[in-house]
């Protein structure tokens, strides 16, 4: 066996930016992509702009978007998550490369999941952090929902008064995103787009986006919960802000601002500890320590017997 699958020609991880230095998404629509050196571009009838691909956490592709070869090798190569979405980012399709290369936080979900007892512990932290004035030891599932489920309610009533807002219920229809009033609308960009941070994250340092700990059945079953984890205290409120300030194109106007407060609360960085935090707990005795698990990891081994990990690039016969 080789010790190359795991690496790339391009960079190291120590030159790589971190994912919480990096911007935490930017939606594209109607424009082709394509690269210039180390950057890619965004052409449409308006002219072409320059980004930089290594400060891009995730890059959201819309409808009417195009995208060459050359740009996904380099956004490759920087590590970005690339989110193929629909209009105004409500739906999503598919997703790109992402920038780990340790296996430290996967085996450490895997474990956590695969048991169920660890699997209600990680349920529990992740409501701990969402609300941590309560103490959820000892709630069983049911009651962690239902309390969760009289936070959400209790945060829209609350951002009604607030905003001066009205507020009736929580409205989507798949599919239509302009079926909901002004600041469903709001909400339901504001969700999107914290579904493409947490996803960008997620797969950045190396987790499955299909193992849950709260959702479940779905391949983003983890980016559902970690994007959930700061619904009531950004999402939601900025969306009502929104929708207080116009009914205008609340989509647009949402994902701006919503950028905008990411950067200035340092998410991409909180997400980033928010789930080492919650998975760390379960890595095996054996592995990199946490610091590493998203600088300096890039090299595979062979599991042998009794946990031993052995180098790679090696044939090992009968006598050795």
């Given at each position: ?42 052409t449409d009838a308006e002219g072409t702009s320059h980004i930089p691909a290594a400060t891009i ?252 990990q052995v180098p790679s690039g090696t044939n090992y016969g009968h006598d050795w």
């Amino acid at each position: 066996m080789t010790d190359t699958i795991g690496r790339r020609a391009a960079s190291s991880p120590r030159e790589l930016t971190r994912v919480a230095d990096r911007s935490s998404f930017l939606y594209l629509e109607r424009c082709t992509v394509h690269r210039d050196t180390n950057a890619i571009t965004a052409t449409d009838a308006e002219g072409t702009s320059h980004i930089p691909a290594a400060t891009i956490g995730t890059l959201l592709l819309g409808p009417g978007t195009r995208v060459t070869h050359q740009a996904m090798s380099v956004l490759g190569e920087c590590g970005a998550s690339v989110a193929w979405v629909g209009e105004n980012g409500v739906r999503f399709y598919a997703a790109g490369r992402a920038l780990t290369r340790s296996s430290t936080l996967a085996e450490a979900q895997a474990t956590a999941w695969a048991n169920r007892r660890a699997r209600l512990d990680v349920a529990r932290a992740m409501y701990r952090l969402r609300f941590p004035d309560e103490d959820p030891t000892g709630l069983t599932r049911r009651e962690l929902l239902g309390r969760e489920g009289t936070h959400v309610k209790d945060c829209y009533r609350a951002q009604s008064a607030r905003t001066g807002v009205p507020w009736k219920r929580r409205h989507y229809v798949p599919g239509d995103f302009t079926a909901g009033d002004a600041v469903n609308q709001a909400i339901t960009a504001a969700a999107q787009c914290m579904y493409g941070i947490a996803h960008a994250v997620a797969t950045a340092i190396g987790c499955s986006t299909a193992l849950g700990f709260v959702h479940s059945g779905h391949e983003l079953s983890f980016v559902l919960d970690i994007a959930d984890l700061y619904k009531t205290e950004i999402g939601i409120p900025l969306a009502f802000d929104i929708a207080a300030e116009s009914d205008e194109d609340p989509g647009p106007r949402t994902r701006r601002a919503l950028r905008d407060r990411i950067h200035e609360v340092g998410l991409m960085d909180r997400c980033v500890t928010d789930i080492k935090e919650l998975l760390l707990p379960y890595k095996a005795a054996d592995s990199p320590d946490s610091t590493a698990v998203d600088t300096e990891i890039d090299h595979v081994t062979l599991q042998s017997d009794h946990d031993l990990q052995v180098p790679s690039g090696t044939n090992y016969g009968h006598d050795w």
